[in-house]
């Protein structure tokens, strides 16, 4: 019979750890550049005081969770930029795009020589094309605002945009989409379902234990 209750409760457990991890929307990256390419195969182009656009698209039932620099060069150790983060509902073309409010409040970016930024998003943004840029840079310590140059190719579904202007190069970046909360209308219930059958399983088992510590 101890038997027969120990196989229950493992079992339990098992499916209360299933139901919550399969629960869950499963996350993808989406480079916004050729990754494939070497690294001897790119360029450091110094901005200045220019900005810095990149273009790109959330598909169709995906969301938006993350958008993510992977170097951002500086020119030389001990160096470093702070600059500003904004990202906007692409409308017609650039100029329209920026003269529209940001989606959520401008951030401030600070950091070294090729150093990796993140931008997560709190509440995920929806298929469609967006554009962020960075801006009004500021160099610290003789740092010098700068992007790594990947070449763009024919049917890129990202754009990069320097003072505006569409440039035939792509910068490092990439983006993390996830199934969209409209794909998986249960996930909650699922999360609450296995959250119960993990509890359950845990007083059961405790239970047992002090019966048997008793006996």
Same mark, same amino acid.
Not at 10 to 17: I, K, P, Q, Y
Not at 130 to 139: E, I, K, N, P, T
Not at 145 to 161: H, V
């Given at each position: 019979?101890?038997?027969?209750?120990?196989?229950?409760?493992?079992?339990?457990?098992?499916?209360?750890?299933?139901?919550?991890?399969?629960?869950?929307?499963?996350?993808?990256?989406?480079?916004?550049?050729?990754?494939?390419?070497?690294?001897?195969?790119?360029?450091?182009? #110094?901005?200045?005081?220019?900005?810095?656009? $990149?273009?790109?698209?959330? &598909? =169709?039932?995906?969301?938006?969770?993350?958008? *993510? /620099?992977?170097?951002?060069?500086?020119?030389?150790?001990?160096?470093?930029?702070?600059?500003?983060?904004?990202?906007?509902?692409?409308?017609?073309?650039?100029?329209?795009?920026?003269?529209?409010?940001?989606?959520?409040?401008?951030?401030?970016?600070?950091?070294?020589?090729?150093?990796?930024?993140?931008?997560?998003?709190?509440?995920?943004?929806?298929?469609?094309?967006?554009?962020?840029?960075?801006?009004?840079? #500021?160099?610290?310590?003789?740092?010098?605002? $700068?992007?790594?140059?990947? &070449? =763009?190719?024919?049917?890129?579904?990202?754009? *990069? /945009?320097?003072?505006?202007?569409?440039?035939?190069?792509?910068?490092?970046?990439?983006?993390?989409?996830?199934?969209?909360?409209?794909?998986?209308?249960?996930?909650?219930?699922?999360?609450?379902?296995?959250?119960?059958?993990?509890?359950?399983?845990?007083?059961?088992?405790?239970?047992?234990?002090?019966?048997?510590?008793?006996?």
């Amino acid at each position: 019979m101890k038997k027969v209750f120990s196989i229950f409760v493992f079992m339990l457990m098992c499916c209360s750890l299933f139901v919550l991890f399969s629960s869950a929307a499963e996350s993808s990256i989406i480079s916004l550049y050729d990754d494939k390419l070497d690294v001897s195969e790119r360029t450091a182009e #110094q901005l200045n005081d220019n900005s810095w656009g $990149t273009k790109f698209t959330v &598909p =169709e039932g995906k969301e938006l969770i993350n958008f *993510t /620099y992977i170097q951002l060069p500086t020119w030389g150790a001990g160096t470093g930029v702070t600059c500003q983060f904004n990202i906007y509902l692409w409308d017609t073309d650039y100029a329209t795009t920026v003269a529209k409010t940001p989606l959520i409040p401008q951030q401030t970016l600070t950091y070294g020589d090729n150093d990796k930024r993140e931008i997560v998003f709190s509440e995920p943004l929806k298929a469609g094309n967006y554009l962020v840029v960075l801006s009004d840079a #500021q160099g610290k310590n003789g740092g010098i605002f $700068t992007t790594w140059c990947y &070449p =763009e190719k024919d049917g890129d579904l990202f754009e *990069t /945009y320097i003072d505006g202007e569409e440039a035939e190069y792509n910068g490092m970046t990439e983006i993390i989409v996830r199934d969209a909360a409209s794909q998986n209308p249960k996930t909650g219930d699922m999360n609450t379902t296995g959250f119960y059958m993990l509890v359950a399983a845990v007083l059961i088992l405790t239970v047992w234990i002090k019966h048997r510590s008793v006996a």
